[in-house]
């Protein structure tokens, strides 16, 4: 099933014909006609990654980079790489040539952009160097902090509103805080540099093909839309499973845990893409306040619905996994969780009494991306019929791409005995890798795919009980070894 076919609803529209926000402290995003005339590249905005010899931008941001150069080799764009190691301009430039390459992007187009880039030597937390530096770029630069999340809170705090160039935007990566408290209080820092619409805190699981995909089944099919509700919808599963174990993170890994690493910044928001009402339209300011008003609904019960596990030592693939407990870095007194799951319920009248089930872990026998819909049995099913009632159920593989739906037909020989049957469908796929799309949206001053600040707090007011539960040892600490699917107790997904 391609997207077209699907029957999406319109192209979500930029921000350029989005009903327009307030005007913020830095008025609206400059359009590339009204740039600085003194900009050596007028039209070319100016990207900043912070960050430049860092994992995530060698591998997600560049290569992603080089997936939507793939697409758009015209696209233009003058890239700047800044970190505090010692590199000279040609090492970054290798970096960006060959990450954009391994992304697809044809050898000449990122050879064009390679040599248009430069790299500065940077300390973001120097009160002098950091703030001169960002005076000294061009309007309508895009600052990408691929960094530590305290230093970019730190960087953040050493700006005021004048050091920054106009229609400036910010990427901000994952996690956004490390609590309610936090994600407030650096909303409240953020407010006070830019306007809401220039701030784009980055969510590489909601892809557009995921978010689109989801609503695109919900929204345009007469055989969906009107049974999206607790009449007709027992439950919902989502369900984020790794094989992957710690793979030396533990720096940040042992500090989060699933619980955070996964569903309150990522799993949370694909539930309300899945459950929000009807948006008049697609746009972002649709579709955030929407996913506000469902996030706002949802709540969690602890102790009867939160469960927590930690892997043991096992087999991934044939691979040995030691204990978690064992993996460098780990501090086992932090108890930190690699399996999780939350069961929430949704106050109102669409959902009463449907329970939405949220999982992710890591070290598990089986790589997962799943959004499960499961529908209520029939009224009446008559009488007659023998075998298994399947029921009817509605799979999102957001991993593959995929579509599945089973019902209940009648068997090939006794037609009085039922059996399900399964049809299955391909989503449309973009080949634009999600971080290409990312840079896409800010760099276009699309916020689509970026999570609103209240959102942002949102999530983490839905976690905040079963965090506080968990650190009193209220919900005990299970175990499942490396390369199984988790506890058995669980119950399976
Ligand atoms: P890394 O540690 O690999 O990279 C961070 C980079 O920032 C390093 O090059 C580091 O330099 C540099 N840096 C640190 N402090 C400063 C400073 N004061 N001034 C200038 N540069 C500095 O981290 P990741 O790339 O893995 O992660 C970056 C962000 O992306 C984090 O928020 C993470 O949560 C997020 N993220 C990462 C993903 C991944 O797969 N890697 C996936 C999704 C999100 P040095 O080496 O000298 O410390």
């Given at each position: ?10 192209t979500?529209?930029t921000?350029t ?41 060698s591998?997600?941001?560049?290569p ?17 790489g ?102 407030r ?31 695109g ?8 839309e ?7 919808i027992?439950?919902?599963?989502i ?22 690493d ?35 609904a ?9 469960h ?14 030691p ?9 086992p ?22 329970p ?49 739906l089973r ?8 037609k ?31 916020p ?12 983490w ?33």
């Open positions: 099933m391609s997207q077209d076919a699907a029957g999406h609803g319109p979500p529209p921000t014909d989005a009903p327009s926000e307030p005007a913020g402290p830095n008025g609206d995003l400059a359009p590339a006609a009204d740039l600085d005339p003194t900009v050596e590249h007028p039209g070319a905005p100016t990207l900043v990654i912070l960050g430049a010899s860092g994992d995530l931008t591998r997600l941001l560049l992603g980079l080089g997936t939507l150069m793939a697409q758009e080799p015209d696209r233009r764009i003058i890239l700047v800044a970190d505090r190691t010692e590199w000279a301009d040609t090492d970054w430039r290798d970096r960006v040539h060959e990450a954009m390459c391994r992304g697809g992007a044809r050898p000449e187009v990122a050879g064009g952009l390679a040599a248009d880039s430069r790299y500065q030597r940077l300390d973001v937390t120097d009160p002098e160097a950091w703030p001169a530096f960002v005076r000294s770029l061009p309007a309508d630069s895009v600052l990408y902090f691929a960094l530590p999340p305290a230093v970019t809170m730190t960087a953040c705090e050493l700006l005021t509103r004048d050091d920054l160039p106009q229609g400036v935007r910010l990427g901000l990566e994952k996690p956004f805080g490390s609590d309610l408290e936090s994600a209080e650096f909303n409240r820092l953020l407010a006070g540099l830019v306007h809401e619409k220039q701030i784009f805190r980055v969510d590489h699981f909601l892809g557009k093909d995921t978010v689109l995909n989801i609503l089944v919900r929204f345009a099919n007469r055989m969906f009107p049974v999206w509700t607790t009449g007709d027992e439950r919902v599963d369900v984020f499973d790794e094989t992957l174990a710690l793979e030396g993170r533990a720096g940040y890994y042992d500090k989060a845990g699933a619980l955070i996964m569903i309150q910044s990522h799993l949370l928001l694909v539930m309300a893409i899945l459950a929000m009402e009807e948006p008049n339209r697609i746009d972002h300011i649709e579709l955030r306040d929407l996913m506000m008003h469902v996030l706002r949802t709540h969690c019960h602890p102790e009867i619905g939160s927590r596990a930690r892997y043991s030592a096992g087999q991934v693939g044939g691979k040995d996994i204990s978690y407990v064992d993996e460098p870095g780990v501090d007194a932090r108890e930190t969780d690699t399996l999780a799951e939350v069961t929430l319920e949704i106050r109102s009248r669409r959902w009463a009494g449907v939405f089930r949220l999982r992710s872990g890591k070290g598990l026998g089986d790589a997962r991306r799943l959004a499960i819909i499961y529908f209520r049995p029939v009224a009446h099913m008559p009488e007659g019929f023998t075998g298994k009632v399947h029921q009817n159920v509605l799979l999102f593989d957001l991993g593959e791409g995929r579509l599945g019902i209940a037909t009648n068997g090939e020989g006794d009085l005995s039922l059996e399900e049957t399964v049809f299955e469908a391909e989503l449309g796929d973009s080949p634009v890798r999600p971080y290409g799309e990312i840079l896409a949206g800010i760099l276009d001053g699309n689509l795919l970026s999570v609103r600040g209240d959102v942002a707090e949102e999530c007011r839905i976690v905040a009980p079963v965090v506080a539960a968990w650190r009193v040892g209220e919900v005990p600490m299970d175990e499942y070894a490396a390369g199984t699917m988790g506890p058995l107790t669980w119950g399976r997904v």
